[in-house]
């Protein structure tokens, strides 16, 4: 998949220059990063520099680097004062263009937690269930209802010969890996 990064250019509270630079976008780099390679960047900057009140608004207390699923796989190692200050000039940068800070961090952390979400068979083995609350917690940060969103995970829905057929996926299917 090709994606697009735009550089926005700004002088004195102006825009200045643009470009639109093309490059090949992995698209499972977040679920599956390579061996001792990191996650993009700015998962580890929001990490570090999120405050305790914006840290508890994205549901994101108690998780570290360490404990979450997309970020724990490959290099761990962090210079937390290095990431706070580059995403404090990121968040910076997303005031200066008008672009709402809690919108996009919101998607990330719902990113990040969608990655600690596991699925397991109830006891009779016929429905799902997930352990902990991160699909509420995705949830609320989409703005979506949780079971909408549990439907959404956990089954497939696609027209086979004119005829819509829904299927529900089983636990070692849906887990992140």
């Given at each position: 998949?090709?994606?697009?990064?735009?550089?926005?250019?700004?002088?004195?509270?102006?825009?200045?220059?643009?470009?639109?630079?093309?490059?090949?976008?992995?698209?499972?780099?977040?679920?599956?990063?390579?061996?001792?390679?990191?996650?993009?960047?700015?998962?580890?900057?929001?990490?570090?520099?999120?405050?305790?009140?914006?840290?508890?608004?994205?549901?994101?207390?108690?998780?570290?680097?360490?404990?979450?699923?997309?970020?724990?796989?490959?290099?761990?190692?962090?210079?937390?004062?290095q990431?706070?200050?580059?995403?404090?000039?990121?968040?910076?940068?997303?005031?200066?263009?008008g672009?709402?800070?809690?919108?996009?961090?919101?998607?990330?952390?719902?990113?990040?937690?969608?990655?600690?979400?596991?699925?397991?068979?109830?006891?009779?083995?016929?429905?799902?269930?997930?352990?902990?609350?991160?699909?509420?917690?995705?949830?609320?940060?989409l703005?979506?209802?949780?079971?909408?969103?549990?439907?959404?995970?956990?089954?497939?829905?696609?027209?086979?010969?004119?005829?819509?057929?829904?299927?529900?996926?089983?636990?070692?299917?849906?887990?992140?890996?």
């Amino acid at each position: 998949m090709q994606g697009h990064f735009i550089e926005v250019q700004v002088t004195d509270g102006a825009l200045y220059r643009t470009k639109i630079h093309c490059y090949f976008l992995d698209q499972t780099r977040v679920v599956r990063p390579l061996t001792n390679e990191k996650n993009y960047h700015i998962f580890y900057q929001m990490l570090a520099g999120l405050n305790q009140e914006e840290r508890g608004k994205l549901h994101l207390d108690g998780y570290s680097v360490q404990n979450l699923r997309y970020l724990n796989r490959g290099d761990v190692s962090q210079n937390e004062a290095q990431d706070a200050t580059r995403f404090e000039a990121w968040k910076t940068c997303l005031s200066v263009l008008g672009i709402p800070f809690l919108d996009v961090v919101r998607v990330l952390a719902a990113v990040l937690l969608l990655g600690n979400v596991q699925f397991t068979a109830d006891s009779d083995h016929h429905q799902l269930e997930t352990k902990g609350g991160e699909v509420k917690a995705v949830a609320s940060l989409l703005g979506v209802a949780s079971g909408a969103l549990f439907q959404g995970l956990t089954s497939r829905t696609r027209s086979v010969r004119g005829q819509i057929v829904k299927t529900t996926s089983d636990a070692g299917t849906v887990s992140p890996p």
